[in-house]
């Protein structure tokens, strides 16, 4: 089915604020369904919408219910689930990062518009003039743009480097490793990147084989959230944990950034 656009209005503030007529607006056929949408800001400027409500909207096919703790939306070609707390929903094969948590307030499942619209095959244009503009086309998210054979050695990675460390500490693994892919001192691949021998092994657990085991359910989460865009630990290059090694050259000679767990993060 065909589906038109969503004009949502931001209410910005300082050099960002909209003209009156585009604030706390998202218009459906000319008619505004800010209220009947339950949408709001969050954190300085996201804006949240109610799952069900906007998922009707975009998805008028697929069934929206609660269930087990979740809001689902089922539909053909489409599988989503919102927990209020998680920083994540997913969506088919696909989990999708939100930082300030999936909402529930007043009964409804709340949830980040741009998420949203991504997870249901969307796009999402922002202009002083019009606000934020969603665009949806058959409600259904597309394919994950990161290969199988990533995935595979991400979770790995993270699984074998961070096991008991919390998911924003297994995100910042994945993350230092995808800098690494960015970074010109380093290889160009996820595979490269922890296999990388140019000045030794690089990650512990390519000496001892630990990268080669099942990775944990959450390893396999936080590696998907990473390739989704997730981020944690900035700009990091290296991490160590210091109370379990002996070599402290990376404490030695690289910037600090941050400790997330047992894990301290260096550029």
Same mark, same amino acid.
């Given at each position: 089915?065909?589906?038109?656009?969503?004009?949502?209005?931001?209410?910005?503030?300082?050099?960002?604020?909209?003209?009156?007529?585009?604030?706390?607006?998202?218009?459906?056929?000319?008619?505004?369904?800010?209220?009947?949408?339950?949408?709001?800001?969050?954190?300085?400027?996201?804006?949240?919408?109610?799952?069900?409500?906007?998922?009707?909207?975009?998805?008028?096919?697929?069934?929206?219910?609660?269930? =087990?703790?979740?809001? $689902?939306? %089922?539909?053909? #070609?489409? !599988? /989503?689930? &919102?927990?209020? @707390?998680?920083?994540?929903?997913?969506?088919?094969?696909?989990?999708?990062?939100?930082?300030?948590?999936?909402?529930?307030?007043?009964?409804?499942?709340?949830?980040?518009?741009?998420?949203?619209?991504?997870?249901?095959? =969307?796009?999402?244009? $922002?202009? %002083?003039?019009? #606000?934020? !503009? /969603?665009? &949806?086309?058959? @409600?259904?998210?597309?394919?994950?743009?990161?290969?199988?054979?990533?995935?595979?050695?991400?979770?790995?990675?993270?699984?074998?480097?961070?096991?008991?460390?919390?998911?924003?500490?297994?995100?910042?693994?994945?993350?230092?490793?995808?800098?690494?892919?960015?970074?010109?001192?380093?290889?160009?691949?996820?595979?490269?990147?922890?296999?990388?021998?140019?000045?030794?092994?690089?990650?512990?657990?390519?000496?001892?084989?630990?990268?080669?085991?099942?990775?944990?359910?959450?390893?396999?989460?936080?590696?998907?959230?990473?390739?989704?865009?997730?981020?944690?630990?900035?700009?990091?290059?290296?991490?160590?944990?210091?109370?379990?090694?002996?070599?402290?050259?990376?404490?030695?000679?690289?910037?600090?950034?941050?400790?997330?767990?047992?894990?301290?993060?260096?550029?």
């Amino acid at each position: 089915m065909k589906l038109g656009k969503v004009l949502v209005g931001l209410a910005l503030t300082a050099a960002l604020t909209l003209p009156a007529s585009a604030q706390n607006i998202l218009s459906v056929g000319g008619k505004n369904m800010w209220n009947q949408a339950g949408a709001r800001l969050v954190g300085g400027g996201t804006t949240y919408v109610s799952l069900r409500a906007v998922s009707e909207l975009l998805a008028p096919d697929a069934q929206v219910s609660w269930e =087990g703790g979740r809001a $689902w939306v %089922r539909g053909d #070609g489409l !599988t /989503l689930s &919102a927990r209020p @707390g998680d920083v994540w929903m997913t969506v088919n094969d696909r989990a999708l990062y939100i930082p300030h948590g999936v909402l529930l307030e007043n009964g409804r499942t709340l949830v980040p518009i741009r998420v949203l619209a991504e997870a249901l095959g =969307g796009t999402v244009d $922002w202009s %002083r003039e019009t #606000g934020v !503009t /969603l665009t &949806a086309d058959k @409600g259904r998210p597309a394919k994950p743009s990161y290969s199988a054979e990533d995935l595979y050695w991400m979770a790995r990675i993270i699984s074998a480097e961070s096991r008991g460390e919390p998911l924003l500490g297994k995100i910042a693994v994945g993350t230092v490793v995808l800098n690494r892919v960015a970074s010109e001192e380093f290889p160009d691949t996820i595979y490269d990147v922890i296999f990388d021998r140019k000045w030794g092994v690089q990650f512990q657990p390519v000496a001892n084989g630990t990268v080669y085991d099942e990775p944990t359910e959450e390893s396999v989460l936080a590696a998907k959230l990473v390739l989704e865009g997730a981020r944690a630990a900035g700009d990091s290059l290296y991490f160590l944990a210091p109370d379990l090694t002996n070599n402290h050259w990376i404490m030695e000679n690289r910037d600090y950034v941050t400790t997330i767990g047992c894990h301290w993060f260096y550029l």
